[in-house]
């Protein structure tokens, strides 16, 4: 969890370079998408044009910046995975990922490509539906999301 807070930053980087007016009006719309998700039967047309003119909004110095600051957060991560199996919110909570079986560390490849890009991608389009999934996998035997079991790791306690 500490892990996926660490990505919240990109998304108020996006409005950070905004003025006041397209801050009110960026606000206007999300009130306006809000009102239709806590409507009985939301506007589903209504809901993707809301958010169209959300991202039409962000310039391209705010793409950018986003992007950087993911970029960065992706190659820490990278990181410090395959030096030590720990992510920051991993090191944080004194857990590390390890080989599923024989419980040594696992290549960059498995540790941070499969279960982290791999997992990401469906977690975008596919939100909050695929992180539900992944996570009922945890509720299993062995106690392994589906990320874990197809990057054949696990987690352990450090």
């Known amino acids: 969890m500490i892990d996926v807070l660490l990505w919240v930053p990109s998304t108020f980087i996006l409005t950070a370079f905004f003025n006041p007016e397209e801050q009110t009006r960026f606000s206007e719309l999300n009130q306006q998408i809000m009102t239709q998700a806590m409507s009985g039967s939301p506007d589903q047309n209504r809901v993707l044009e809301l958010q169209s003119q959300m991202i039409e909004m962000f310039s391209t110095q705010a793409w950018t910046a986003a992007g950087l600051y993911l970029l960065i957060m992706l190659v820490i991560q990278g ?80």
């Open 79 to 158: 990181f410090l995975l395959a030096k030590s199996g720990q992510s920051i919110g991993k090191k944080l909570t004194k857990i590390k990922i390890v080989d599923a079986e024989t419980e040594t560390q696992t290549s960059l490849m498995r540790s941070f490509t499969l279960r982290s890009i791999v997992f990401i991608l469906p977690t975008i389009y596919f939100f909050p539906l695929f992180t539900v999934i992944d996570s009922l996998f945890a509720l299993g035997k062995k106690r392994q999301t589906l990320h874990d079991k197809l990057a054949k790791t696990k987690v352990i306690k450090r």
